[in-house]
């Protein structure tokens, strides 16, 4: 179904010269002399990069369907990583390199949300917060009351981040998978 720039509003998805467009901002231009214009700032949503451009409110684009599906991750093989469909139950294969760096919050039976346009995934977003497991970091020192001190820490995944001194092997905590930060205690 064809779409104009006119009626661009955020989050509208639309083709343009093959590529997958999402508006992210728009304006409406009416200049006092000459026609109007629709300025947008857009993102290609299969390699993220963000463009601004003018159209002439009548220009005509495709527009186009992002499918959004939450799926379990199962596991990996090499480079691809398999998520079940949960109303099929089949396996979906994805390739390693549609992963973002945030993945490595991920671990087995989690569910992620896979985006895909005319069946080829482009992103697989994790949840934004997560609970995991320290497996290993530094003990902590009795008396050390510096505010806001960290130490690395591993998790159950492999991913490293930063935690405060109290936090020791073995217990859970809450990470936001979008900065990798360190949240609570699970």
Known sequence: MPITAGDFRNGVTFEMDGQ?????????VK???????????????????????SFNPTAKFESATVDRM?????????GLYYFMNPETYD??????????DNFKFVKEEMECTIYSYKGKVF???PPFFVELEVTETDP??????????????????????????????????KIDTRTGEYLSRA
Do not use: C, W
């Open 20 to 28: 997958v467009m999402q508006v992210v901002e728009f304006q409406h």
């Open 31 to 53: 200049p006092g002399k000459g026609a109007a214009f629709v300025r947008t700032k857009m993102k290609n949503v299969i390699t993220g990069a963000v463009t601004e451009t």
């Open 70 to 78: 939450t799926m379990a991750y199962s596991y990996n093989d090499g």
């Open 91 to 100: 396996l979906e294969p994805v390739d390693e390199s549609v992963l973002g």
């Open 123 to 125: 992103n697989v977003e």
């Open 140 to 173: 902590g020192f009795a008396g050390n009351t510096a505010t806001n001190a960290t130490k690395p820490a591993t998790l159950e995944t492999g991913a490293e981040i930063k935690v405060p001194l109290f936090i020791e092997p073995g217990e859970k905590v």
